[in-house]
């Protein structure tokens, strides 16, 4: 819930866990709070610094396997996050966020590593191939209806434990390696799509400012958005769509 009507938005850890981009998702969740009026900041966290328990979003991005220990050493010693998600903070992790988000995940030297515990889930090394390219899937219909696309480059394998739900369905990609992208489980939330996947996804990125505002927000009509979304989207259905005539000779 929105304090003092600020959005507080904490980039956690962008010093080690920002490596494709994915600090821009801080920025589109702020600029479509200005657009409708509402007040929004960014309280940056990197190393070293302690982590409140009084912010609205907590966003985390990508990372390598040194940087996912580090970050979980660091959250683990300041648990701020932690804190605010149980008292219903809103919580978006990509890609090695949202590994290091679950109960534990193993690196590709094999050591397994315990998590944040705040998703049920579990990552392991996948495939031999390197998840590289275009995602498109459909997101749980309890969240919202708009296809999500976004670019994936891991090598992790997820699975969903009981408590958490698949945040999407894949069309195209890989994803968690299973069908599905990405988890969620109460407010907080993770997935493969870099992109910034905020800036690809207008409707994800309102959910998530819907949760923390605590009321529906009014709808923003930006043509140009609108129309590179669309773009987007046409062009990775290209790509499923030859896929599967390939696989058809």
């Known amino acids: ?73 660091h959250l683990t010693e300041h648990p701020g996050m932690q804190q605010a998600a149980a008292n219903g903070a809103v919580v978006m992790a990509v890609c090695a966020g949202l590994q290091i988000l679950g109960e534990d995940f193993t690196g590709s030297d094999g050591v397994t590593h315990g998590g944040l515990g705040l998703l049920d889930v579990r990552t392991t090394p996948g495939s031999s191939t390197r998840a590289v390219g275009e995602l498109l899937t459909l997101p749980d219909k309890e969240l919202f209806a708009d296809p999500m696309t976004g670019f994936e480059n891991h090598q992790g394998h997820t699975q969903l434990g009981a408590s958490a739900r698949p945040l999407s369905r894949v069309v195209y990609g890989t994803g968690n390696g299973e069908g599905h992208d990405g988890a969620y489980q109460g407010h907080v939330l993770g997935t493969y799509m ?36 669309n773009e987007r989207r046409r062009a990775v259905q290209q790509m499923a769509n030859r896929r599967k005539r390939l696989l058809r000779f």
Do not use: C
């Open 1 to 73: 819930m929105v304090h003092d009507s600020v959005v507080r938005i904490g980039l956690v850890l962008p010093d080690v866990l920002g490596t494709y981009g994915d600090s821009g998702n801080a920025t589109v969740l702020l600029k479509r709070l200005e657009w409708r009026g509402i007040r929004g900041e960014v309280v940056q966290l990197g190393v070293g610094d302690p982590v409140p328990n009084s912010l609205d979003i907590y966003l985390l991005g990508g990372g390598e396997d040194r940087a996912q220990t580090l970050a979980v050493s």
């Open 194 to 229: 870099h992109g910034p996947v905020l800036a690809r996804n207008p409707a994800f990125a309102d959910l998530m400012l819907t949760w923390a505002v605590g009321s529906p927000l009014a709808p923003i009509d930006i043509p140009a958005i609108s129309q590179l979304r």
